[in-house]
Nanobody, 116 residues
Framework: QVQLVESGGGLVQPGGSLRLSCAAS????????MGWFRQAPGKQRELVAT???????NYADSVKGRFTISRDNAKNTVYLQMNSLKPEETAVYYC??????????WGQGTQVTVSS
C-alpha cells in the first residue's frame, strides 16, 4: 500500500524558515511527480510546489524565490524548504504523489504555524 508521511511542521516566527519532509513508500518514487499543497482553516487546498521524477520544479507565484522543493530518490523523500515565512502561510501542509491514471495519494498533513 501507498503511504506518505509528512514531518517537520511546527511553530515559526514571521520571516523564519522551516523544512518539511515527506517519506514515501509503496510507489516507484523515482518516477513520480511529487507535490506540496497547503490548506488553511476554512480555505481551499492550494498547490504550493511540484517536482517531477526528473527534477523539474514548479511553484505557486506566491512562494517563488522563498520556497524550494527537492527530492532524494535514494531516500524516497521529498522536501519543502520554506524561507521568509509569512503569517498568512499558516496551514496544514500536505504531500501528494501524482499518478497519471488515478487520483494520486496524500499524506496526513503537517501543521505549520507562522506567528510571533
Amino acid at each position: 500500500q501507498v503511504q506518505l508521511v509528512e514531518s517537520g511542521g511546527g511553530l515559526v516566527q514571521p520571516g523564519g524558515s522551516l523544512r518539511l519532509s515527506c517519506a514515501a513508500s509503496g510507489i516507484i518514487f523515482s518516477i513520480n511527480t511529487m507535490g506540496w499543497f497547503r490548506q488553511a482553516p476554512g480555505k481551499q487546498r492550494e498547490l504550493v510546489a511540484t517536482i517531477t521524477g526528473g527534477g523539474i520544479t514548479n511553484y505557486a507565484d506566491s512562494v517563488k524565490g522563498r520556497f524550494t522543493i527537492s527530492r532524494d530518490n535514494a531516500k524516497n523523500t521529498v522536501y519543502l524548504q520554506m524561507n521568509s515565512l509569512k503569517p498568512e502561510e499558516t496551514a496544514v501542509y500536505y504531500c501528494n504523489a501524482h499518478i497519471p491514471y488515478g487520483p494520486g495519494f496524500w499524506g496526513q498533513g503537517t501543521q505549520v504555524t507562522v506567528s510571533s
